[in-house]
């Protein structure tokens, strides 16, 4: 590592330092969107070859869109001279849109698929598999008039949306291929891609990478608009960059344009992207500018207790240590504040359950390192109930929907926007809001609200108390849903369904594709545990949340409850060895379990409770805590409490 400069969130960059590329080290809490959009108003105001063009832009990259908007809140009337987009979002609108005939001609040379057609191909849509709305009965016959096979084809739409070019292939030696599900003939492979290419006119993320890469060593055009188009790039959480973006933004800056990239090693915990701490670590680009390195300490997040707590978990990490700036409204808040203890809640007896109970009603948001893990602590949610929800979640892991974002915002699956429908009606009817019932109405169909007569939303009223006046917690929400298609269809409510649907209309729970094992889940889920799920879990004012859904946001209490994965990491990656001797540079299992705690345990503004299970982790953590602060400076220690208080055995025991 080179000879880092400390700053703070605060600092303006001097035109000097805006001629080189930028490395900036800074941890959790640290103000890094502060910093990033301060000096990027700062350029497009000062620096003349921004602030006197209208046509050269600063582009800024983060990792999500919730982070992109974010940016784009904080820069407000500066926007006109900045863009922001996630690494995907720029390809596509720089660098895939502009230059269709580029994409065609690399499709044929890598991968010998030619692509009739001008119609534009361009991503994926968010949360839909890339051969959504399309039958897969369509794809066989495409298959066999390009093969001349005559088989009878029984591939799953799943496999068949899973084919993509291979981006490991072309990391490892620059290798052109795709991949996909062994159960997939050679043969059919580059059919299938082709089909996919050709009707649906559609990327996945990774393809999107890998074009827009080829795209800008292939097209020396296209490179130097983006040049010209974009003097200065800035890269927010490059942690958490796979190596083809980083060639990618490695190529751009090579010449002319400058590069600043913002991350922390500590918070790289997306390897299953391809993301790897040693990349922020070990970067520089090519070409006449040097790369100067920044380190950002201050943490305006966190207590003192909770900043000392991370890092300990991060003293193998030299390039951060943080010291905590958090401003308080008062010298009692602050006094308050900085006694509150690290929590150790001990055990899964019913007295630790009791206290995590009372901890989330007063406004804790519980950190898992699985949403499986995430259902144990749902209050009032029976085993079975749990297990369901386990399944049902699971169904979806190697899927391209991610479930919980489906149910937050999109309502794409079948099953998912029945529920929404059926919950949205309820709390119209619970109300008496009108507006929530059009509400549900219009999840399942377009309709003119106009033709709502005063009769016809008699007849609504009265079909919605035949359907939920006798409903329980334990009712099962498939059969309310039932309930509401079979009432339907009584006479009394023709004028109704003339109006809003068709005769034969029924709510759609499931599609054609659902596996068995998914609908029995489904249709096992009470009332009480599905209307939980959508309002309570995957919500956005969630109380429980996945580590990788958690990162970028913050709460004043945080439960901690992350053990590692038995069946992935076959490393001797446990929490008592973690404890032991904290390990987080490298790109094992057990360093990336090290860097998901860190997390997870940096988002907690006052209180951090950290629930262990095992009396062994618990005096584990005891054991390396009280190591570590007999070799801190007074202002490094670690306050903790073990919880409940328990008389008898001590932990010094075990």
Not at 594 to 619: E, F, G, Q
């Amino acid at each position: 590592m080179a000879m880092s400069t400390k700053i703070n969130s605060s600092k303006l960059l001097t035109p000097e330092q805006l001629d080189s590329h930028i490395k900036i080290y800074a941890g959790p809490g640290a103000g890094k969107t502060h910093f990033l959009v301060e000096n990027v108003k700062n350029i497009v105001t000062t620096y003349p070859l921004v602030a006197q063009s209208k046509a050269r832009k600063v582009l800024c990259i983060t990792y999500t869109n919730a982070g992109v908007d974010e940016i784009k809140r904080r820069l407000d009337r500066f926007s006109t001279s900045v863009e922001a987009h996630t690494i995907h979002g720029f390809i596509i609108e720089h660098i895939i849109k502009p230059f269709q005939e580029d994409l065609r001609q690399i499709m044929q040379e890598d991968f010998s698929i030619d692509i009739k057609g001008k119609s534009q191909i361009t991503s994926q849509v968010e949360g839909l598999g890339i051969l959504h709305g399309i039958d897969k009965s369509d794809i066989f016959e495409f298959i066999k008039s390009v093969t001349g096979d005559t088989e009878e084809l029984s591939y799953s739409k799943k496999i068949l949306g899973e084919v993509e070019v291979d981006i490991a292939a072309y990391l490892a030696d620059k290798t052109a291929k795709l991949r996909a599900s062994k159960q997939i003939k050679d043969g059919h492979i580059i059919p299938i891609k082709q089909y996919a290419w050709s009707k649906t006119r559609k990327l996945t993320h990774n393809e999107i990478l890998y074009f827009g890469y080829r795209i800008l060593q292939r097209n020396h055009l296209a490179l130097y608009t983006t040049r010209v188009k974009f003097p200065f790039i800035f890269v927010d959480e490059f942690q958490d960059t796979n190596p083809l973006q980083t060639l990618l933004i490695k190529l751009i800056g090579s010449k002319s344009t400058i590069i600043g990239t913002i991350g922390d090693i500590a918070q790289s915990i997306y390897s299953f992207q391809g993301a790897k701490p040693s990349q922020f670590l070990a970067l520089n680009i090519d070409g006449n500018r040097v790369l100067n390195e920044y380190t950002i300490s201050d943490n305006r997040r966190s207590t003192v207790n909770v900043v000392n707590l991370c890092n300990f978990l991060r003293k193998s990490d030299p390039t951060v240590i943080q010291n905590s700036q958090k401003c308080y409204s008062s010298d009692e808040e602050k006094e308050t504040a900085e006694k509150t203890k690290i929590h150790i809640i001990s055990g899964e007896d019913a007295s630790a359950k009791q206290l995590i109970n009372s901890v989330i009603a007063d406004g804790a948001v519980v950190l898992t390192r699985t949403w499986a893990a995430a259902f144990s602590y749902i209050q009032g949610i029976n085993e079975e109930q749990e297990k369901c929800l386990k399944a049902i979640y699971n169904a979806y892991y190697t899927s391209p929907i991610d479930i919980r974002s489906d149910i937050v915002e999109h309502n794409y699956v079948t099953w998912v926007r029945a529920f929404k429908f059926i919950f949205t009606l309820w709390n119209g009817y619970k109300t008496g809001a009108l507006v929530e019932i059009i509400a549900a109405l219009t999840l399942l169909t377009d309709f003119d609200t106009k033709k709502l007569t005063p009769k016809i939303l008699a007849q609504l009223k009265r079909l919605t108390s035949e359907v939920f006046d006798t409903i329980s917690s334990e009712s099962l929400t498939v059969d309310i849903i039932n309930r509401f298609s079979l009432r339907l269809h009584q006479e009394i409510y023709n004028e109704l369904v003339s109006v809003v649907w068709s005769d034969k209309f029924a709510i759609p729970i499931f599609d054609d594709e659902d596996r068995d094992e998914l609908k029995a889940n489904v249709s096992l889920l009470s009332w009480d545990t599905s209307h939980r799920l959508f309002s309570e879990v995957f919500s956005e004012d969630s109380r429980y949340m996945t580590v990788h859904q958690a990162k970028g946001r913050e709460w004043e209490k945080v439960i901690v409850s992350l053990e590692p994965n038995s069946r992935k990491d076959r490393d001797n990656t446990t929490l008592s060895n973690m404890f032991s001797n904290p390990q987080l540079l490298n790109e094992e299992n057990s360093e990336e379990f090290t860097r998901m705690y860190y997390v997870a345990c940096s988002r907690a503004k006052v209180d951090l409770y950290i629930h262990l299970k095992k009396a062994l982790d618990v005096s584990s953590l005891k054991k390396a805590l009280d190591n570590y602060n007999q070799v801190c400076e007074e202002n490094g220690r670690v306050d903790y409490e073990i919880l409940p208080i328990r008389t008898g055995k001590s932990y010094n025991d075990f």
